[in-house]
T-cell receptor, first 115, second 114 residues
Framework: AQSVTQPDIHITVSEGASLELRCNYSYGATPYLFWYVQSPGQGLQLLLK??????LVQGIKGFEAEFKRSQSSFNLRKPSVHWSDAAEYFCAVADENTGFQKLVFGTGTRLLVSP | EAQVTQNPRYLITVTGKKLTVTCSQN?????MSWYRQDPGLGLRQIYY???????DKGDVPEGYKVSRKEKRNFPLILESPSPNQTSLYFC?????????????FGPGTRLTVT
C-alpha cells in the first residue's frame, strides 16, 4: 500500500525567506501526488498535483513542487514566503487499490511565518 | 459556485446520542468520501462511495455509517457516538474515471463527544 511521510511536524520561516517542505512517498510505479493547504479553521485547498510529464509542477499562490523518482520525493517550494502562507500543509498520494480515488495523506507540516 | 457543503460546522454532543453530519456537492461528482483529521495522524478515510447506492469502508469505518441515496448527498451517521470520535471531519468529492482526480473538500465539521 502506498504511504506518505512528511518528516517535519513544524517549520518556522522568516517572511520573505524561501521555503521547502519535504514529502516522501512509497509506491512502485509512477504515483499521483498532491499538495493541499489547510488554513486555520478552513478546509483543504489543492495547491498542485503531479500525474505525469514535467517533474516540476507549478501551483497556485506561487508554490511549486518537484517530483524526484530516484529519491521518492515530492517537495514543495516557494521562493519568498508571505505571512498569509502560515498554515498546515499536507502531501498526499492517490491509492492504487481504490482506482486512485482515495487519498493517503501524510501527517502534515505546520508552517509558522515569523516577521 | 462549485462547492462541497457540510452541516453542521460545529457540534458538541453526548455519548450515545445519534447524530448525522450532512454533505452535499453541486458538481455532479460520482465519488464522495469522508475523512477524519486527528493531530499527528493526518487525514484518514472513513467511508467512500463510487456512485448512488455504492458505498464501501475506508481505513477507519468502525462506529460510522453512510448512505448514498442521491448523487449529490453523502451523509455520515454516528449511531452511538463515543469520545474517541471527537475529531474534525471532512467530506470530499471528485469525478470518477480512470486515474486520479482532484478531490474537492468541504469546510469541515468539528465534532466533540463528551
Amino acid at each position: 500500500a502506498q504511504s506518505v511521510t512528511q518528516p517535519d511536524i513544524h517549520i518556522t520561516v522568516s517572511e520573505g525567506a524561501s521555503l521547502e517542505l519535504r514529502c516522501n512517498y512509497s509506491y512502485g510505479a509512477t504515483p499521483y501526488l498532491f499538495w493541499y493547504v489547510q488554513s486555520p479553521g478552513q478546509g483543504l485547498q489543492l495547491l498542485l498535483k503531479y500525474f505525469s510529464g514535467d517533474t516540476l509542477v507549478q501551483g497556485i499562490k506561487g508554490f511549486e513542487a518537484e517530483f524526484k523518482r530516484s529519491q521518492s520525493s515530492f517537495n514543495l517550494r516557494k521562493p519568498s514566503v508571505h505571512w498569509s502562507d502560515a498554515a498546515e500543509y499536507f502531501c498526499a498520494v492517490a491509492d492504487e487499490n481504490t482506482g486512485f480515488q482515495k487519498l493517503v495523506f501524510g501527517t502534515g507540516t505546520r508552517l509558522l511565518v515569523s516577521p | 459556485e462549485a462547492q462541497v457543503t457540510q452541516n453542521p460546522r460545529y457540534l458538541i454532543t453526548v455519548t450515545g446520542k445519534k447524530l448525522t453530519v450532512t454533505c452535499s456537492q453541486n458538481m455532479n461528482h460520482e465519488y464522495m468520501s469522508w475523512y477524519r483529521q486527528d493531530p499527528g495522524l493526518g487525514l484518514r478515510q472513513i467511508y467512500y462511495s463510487m456512485n448512488v447506492e455504492v458505498t464501501d469502508k475506508g481505513d477507519v469505518p468502525e462506529g460510522y455509517k453512510v448512505s448514498r441515496k442521491e448523487k449529490r448527498n453523502f451523509p455520515l451517521i454516528l449511531e452511538s457516538p463515543s469520545p474517541n470520535q471527537t475529531s474534525l471531519y471532512f467530506c470530499a468529492s471528485s469525478l470518477w474515471d480512470k486515474g486520479a482526480n482532484e478531490q474537492y473538500f468541504g469546510p469541515g465539521t468539528r465534532l466533540t463527544v463528551t
